[in-house]
């Protein structure tokens, strides 16, 4: 059954934007409130209204553009200024009138921030937080408290902040909240302080965690343990600093550690998607090895992982990637034994018969290939070749008698150093296909572009679906870097049809070499993809 007192809390569009290189427009913000309603979060605190003009559209904008099923939006701001009244503070006013139903006021409590940084009396702070809380609550608002550097403050004067705490709760908040603002507690500090809070005050607590030891989501599970039942996340970890306690290892851990019931029904297997959307909106590369979301969180490389997961997924895998939307994948690699190559192939649609010869031709291969550079693990389709070969079903579109490439640069203005110049470069392939011997040539920006148009021009009148492929990304890796311009250097291209992407790798002396490689690859599985019968014969 749903833990409906348990509130999953959601910074990300105010903690999370703290993060150093995180920028978000109004859109963007709506559109990431949009999908942490999806995944189902309870709160979304969305900013600072009154702080700057973005924050304060948001919450204008949101209560018309919004319609959120599970999520009440949140409103985040200070206590009111020292000597004046909260209802004559026009930042509490801004909160009032933020059409939240929510608000979370950051309140003091440590006393020496409000000696030093508030430069206020610890009778003025209590004041501060009383007056605002009530001022609120006599609003309609509903209000929760974020007590910052509440543990720190908590080592330093435990009877002050134990105060904090007692105001806040009696003034009429909800939940108070202890924040390790500087990110320096451990697990056994917080179980420790969260108990000792909770016998004293009595007050309903939660966790706000910030990661600067890595350990904020253990740290909001520890609160959990001690009994909080508020916690205060951002999508991916994002936020101040190193970040915050992450939303979907805090929910993950809750949910299938815990056995806690705290998202609504049907919302735990959108973490996946909510964390790689959210990571585009706010322009951060998805982190591949981020828990439970990652695309590498239960991607399989070792070969004794393999010959057991072949037997039961579980016996290497801590949860069911399903439950969280995510997949298993396995990675073939010089690490890979014949259970790897079995499950690859599976997973590629490719039915090995149980042959074990096959697979261990395969893993020799591959751990041979490897040794001289190449790399499979992010080139499914250059495996997949591999394996049809030993399969004896090669997939030759065409076959390469010779290929040229010839740049030219003439420098301009006289050949300064940065200068600028022009660079033409042209390529001549020569190639058979379907029996008969065709020469192209095409010009292009380097000898990648040059090579992959005339091979383009070479066959479009035999293979007219080649228009619709491209060239989307192409990436140089050089291995042995301390053999110079000597070193082996390896490259992966990836095309897209529209429909899918896929990645095949070459290796080479010449990087004009290994990228001929990998685009010959290339061409040859985007043919098999669009349905063109195999060559056996050329
Ligand atoms: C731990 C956290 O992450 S809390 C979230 C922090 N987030 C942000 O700061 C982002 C948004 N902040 C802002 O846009 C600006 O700082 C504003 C608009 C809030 C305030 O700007 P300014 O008025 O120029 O003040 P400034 O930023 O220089 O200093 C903050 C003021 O708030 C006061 N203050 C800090 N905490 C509190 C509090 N809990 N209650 C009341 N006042 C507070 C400080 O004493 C300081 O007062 P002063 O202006 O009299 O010196
Ligand atoms: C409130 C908050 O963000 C903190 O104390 O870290």
């Known amino acids: 059954m749903r833990n409906d007192g348990f509130h999953v809390f959601d910074t990300t569009l105010r903690d999370g934007a703290q993060r150093e290189g995180i920028n978000l427009r109004v859109s963007d913000k709506l559109a990431i409130a949009a999908l942490l309603d999806d995944f189902g979060v309870g709160f979304i605190e969305g900013g600072w209204p009154g702080a700057n003009p973005k924050d304060t559209e948001f919450f204008q904008r949101a209560s ?148 600067d030891t890595g350990c904020a989501v253990a740290n ?34 809750l949910t299938l550690k815990r056995g806690m019931d705290v998202l609504p029904q049907g919302c735990l297997e959108e973490m996946t998607r909510v964390s790689h959307a959210v990571a585009e909106i706010v322009n951060l590369a998805p982190d591949t090895h981020r828990p439970y979301v990652g695309v590498s969180a239960f991607a399989h490389k ?45 997973e590629l649609g490719l039915d090995l018969a149980g042959d074990r010869a096959l697979s261990g031709r395969v893993v020799e291969r591959v751990k041979g290939l490897e040794l001289s550079g190449y790399s499979f693990e992010a080139a499914d389709a250059s495996l997949e070749l591999l394996l049809r070969e030993e399969m004896g079903e090669p997939v030759r579109y065409f076959e390469t008698e010779s290929w040229r490439v010839i740049t030219e640069r003439r420098p301009r203005d006289g050949a300064p150093l940065f200068g600028a110049y022009e660079s033409l470069t042209e390529a001549t392939v020569k190639l058979t296909v379907k029996g008969e011997r065709v020469i192209a040539t095409a010009e292009g920006n380097g000898p990648v572009n040059a090579l992959d148009r005339a091979l383009r021009s070479s066959m479009e009148g035999v293979y007219t679906a080649l228009a619709g492929l491209e060239l989307v990304d192409y990436k140089v890796r050089i291995l042995e870097g301390s053999s110079g311009t000597n070193a082996i250097t390896r490259t992966l291209v990836t095309f897209s049809d529209g429909a899918g992407e896929w990645t095949t790798v070459g290796v080479g002396p010449n990087v004009v070499d290994a990228s001929w490689v990998a685009l010959e690859q290339a061409f040859n599985y985007g043919l098999l993809r669009q349905g063109y019968p195999r060559e056996r014969d050329v």
């Open 64 to 211: 018309q553009e919004l319609s959120l099923k599970h999520a009440q939006l949140t409103a985040f701001g200070a206590t009111r200024r020292a000597g004046v009244r909260a209802a004559d503070d026009p930042m509490v006013a801004a909160l009032r009138d933020s059409g939240a139903p929510v608000v979370t006021l950051v309140a003091k409590s440590d006393d020496r921030h409000v000696e030093r940084a508030l430069r206020t009396t610890l009778d003025e702070n209590l004041a501060m937080i009383a007056d605002t809380v009530s001022y609120l609550r006599e609003h309609g608002q509903r209000v929760f408290v974020d007590c910052e550097h509440f543990f720190d403050g908590y080592r330093h004067d435990p009877s002050y902040a134990l105060d904090v705490v007692r105001t806040a709760a009696g003034a009429g908040a909800d939940v108070v909240i202890l924040c390790d603002t500087n990110g320096g507690m451990l697990p056994d500090d917080v179980f420790r302080t969260v108990t000792e809070v909770r016998e004293a005050t009595g007050a309903r607590l939660g966790m706000h965690a910030q990661d």
């Open 220 to 253: 909001t599970l520890a609160a959990v343990d001690a009994g909080a039942t508020h916690v205060q996340c951002t999508a991916n970890g994002y936020g101040e600093r190193v970040g915050n306690a992450d939303l979907f290892a805090v929910v993950g851990a």
């Open 302 to 346: 070792a070969g004794l992982h393999a010959s057991a997961i072949k037997v039961d997924p579980d016996l290497y895998q801590h949860t069911d990637p399903a439950l969280v939307g995510n997949t298993m994948r396995m990675l073939v690699s010089d690490m890979a034994g014949r259970a790897s190559i079995e499950l690859k192939a599976q």
